[in-house]
């Protein structure tokens, strides 16, 4: 038997000889690389804290105390000793472990968490929490990785953290990389302290001290005093972390398990916030994967031959290739027009659009909000910038959005992938509010096109606005396009096939399964009107009416919550436009429950947004609207014969 498959809980952890832990990170690394190689899933992160992850179980109870993960795809390992080794070939699919930390698994993982920037914060909450509620014995830490410490939330819960007067680690693990290399300030800085002699002074001074200190039975706090003292190159005074009063530590070698252990049980018990600065190699182990570490840090299935690994293809052309080519496109055409994204080049498509344009291209790194207001600033000096960012990290810039752009009115072009249902990577990533979120707010213009012509269409006609506009596409291959695609024009949509017996009105990407929908309706001789919206705001009034006054049922359909989303719209319009009662139903993303992790085609499924879920939708309508109608055809054939019964014995009393 392995040494992993004896590790059933951190205790087992525990119990292992020291020497046996290098062992027990090769087969946890093996392990990994065979589960993504399968299924898919986040790899180079995960290699990368494997050491990190086994010397913080080794040193802390986590059933007691508290461990909380930064964006949350660097679980892997975690997962691998807290009891579900057995299920990691599960990961990512439907019914099988998240690829994240999620609570429903497990007693170790405190928070589903797949956003950055908010494990100091939370943790600030707990370590506050636990002391005035008698609990001030449980030690909090954070792991903050893959470049989170630059999100501005990250430095508001560093702000916090300072003013605490207790335990409380931040455990930076500083791998150069988020999903890309890391940017900004904060990055040079880092850099700067990995390439001083810091990083060997730490090393080999702290080597020479540890075995002079008990760590047993003595203040932590003295042992840290005179950590301090043996090795002053690695604390400065000037350090950014000791002025917001933390005690800084590092940088160490996160590859060194036994010196990884060995610094954890210095800094566990001090009274006071540290942060361990911790640098780890993103594809440790993995030659491959460590020459491509933002290839190779989510890709799917894979398969290793002679030392290379070759990424299965989907067999499709992918939105977020489609995209890219069509900013391209308008970017030769337009020499306002400028890329940005916050942290995401490789999944947004823009690191191929950097290659043609460096000097129209910034990533932000991980700060949307940051992004959405440096986009407003260009606006507002002439040029027309283009920010994509996946729908769920739009989110945490929705202040930005309302203050900074659309309040100014400013033509700033938000381009949404992951609109929608996302797969593997579930709940914590679904793209599922941005509907809701945007179309309150006065002069945003929302968009989704259903292939790539009327992508190209409508970024186009987005660069002509005066003000801002927001387009959402899935992650999913490009469809075939439709024949004879008329071009985007403002609330304007594009009536896709014609029929009475009911209407589709689909937004974007939906449309694709309705027309499959509509075709096998027919084939019972049921004629179904199909639209692609292409518009939530402003919709198309006038495609609500003639829906309407068909006189059939409405089906709206969008790969989006259905609370306040394209179908809200619809309903919204028909009330202001007094059209007269129609069976509607709004096929979208549950509002009462969240849709967990599996394939897209498995999720759309679900939440019945697939052909069969329509087609099964619009029977279902039609017949009940058969029944009321057969229901009151028989109650006024019922109401006509009691007439002319009373009519008939009215004329016999009259005899």
Known sequence: MSILEGVRSPAD???????????????????????VGKGGGHLTSNLGVVELTIALHRVFDFAHDRLLFDVGHQCYPHKL?????????????????SGFPC????????????????????????????????????????LVGDASIVNGVAFEGLNQAGTLRRQFLVVLNDNEWGISPTQGAMADFLTRLRASNFYEEVKASTKQLLPRLPLLGKPAFDMLAHLKEGIKATVSPGQIFDAMNFQYV??????????LIAMLNIVKDAHHPVLLHVHTIKGKGCDWARAEPGRFHSPKPFVVSDGKAVIQSSGGRSWTRAFVECLMELAREDPRVFAMTAG???????????????????????????????????????????????????????????????LQGLPVLFCMDRGGLVGGDGAVHHGFLDITYLRGMPGMVLMAPMDEVELLSAMRLALTLDGPSAIRYPRDNVPAPMPDCPRFELGVSRRLRDGDTATILCYGITAGAAMTAAEALS??????????????????????????????????????SVAGGFGSAVLETAQELALPSRPVA????????????????????????????????????????????????????AFAAGEALRAAASRATRQ
């Open 586 to 637: 709004r096929l979208g993303i549950p509002a009462d429950r969240f849709i967990a992790h599996a394939s897209r085609a498995e999720q759309l499924a679900e939440a019945g947004l697939d052909a069969a879920g329509i087609e099964r939708e619009v029977r279902r309508l039609i017949g009940e609207a058969s029944a009321v109608l057969h229901e009151r055809s028989a109650a006024a054939e």
């Open 523 to 560: 084939r019972d001789g049921i004629e179904v009107g199909v639209v692609n919206a292409r518009f939530a705001r402003p919709i198309d009034r006038a495609m609500v009416r003639e829906a309407y006054e068909a006189g059939g049922p409405v089906v709206t359909v969008e790969d989006h």
């Open 250 to 259: 590092g940088p160490i070698d996160g590859h060194d398990v036994n010196h």
């Open 13 to 35: 952890v525990k119990a292992l000889p020291v020497e046996k832990l290098p062992e027990l990170a090769q087969e946890m690394r093996d392990r990994i690389i065979e589960v």
């Open 344 to 406: 995401m080049p490789d999944g947004t498509g823009l690191n191929e659009f950097a290659k043609h344009f460096p000097d129209r291209y910034l990533d932000v790194g991980i700060s949307e909000s940051c992004t959405t207001d440096m986009a407003a600033g260009m606006a507002k000096a002439g040029l027309r910038p283009v920010a994509a960012i996946y729908s769920t990290f739009l989110q945490r810039a929705f202040d930005q959005v309302f203050q900074e752009v659309t």
């Open 81 to 97: 000793l807290t009891g579900r080794q057995d299920r990691l070939h599960t990961i990512r699919k439907r019914g099988g472990l």
């Open 103 to 142: 609570r429903h698994e497990s007693e170790y993982d405190l928070f589903d968490v797949g956003h950055a920037g908010t494990a100091i914060a939370t943790a600030v909450g707990l370590a506050r929490a636990d002391a005035l509620t008698g609990n001030g014995d449980r030690r909090v830490v954070a």
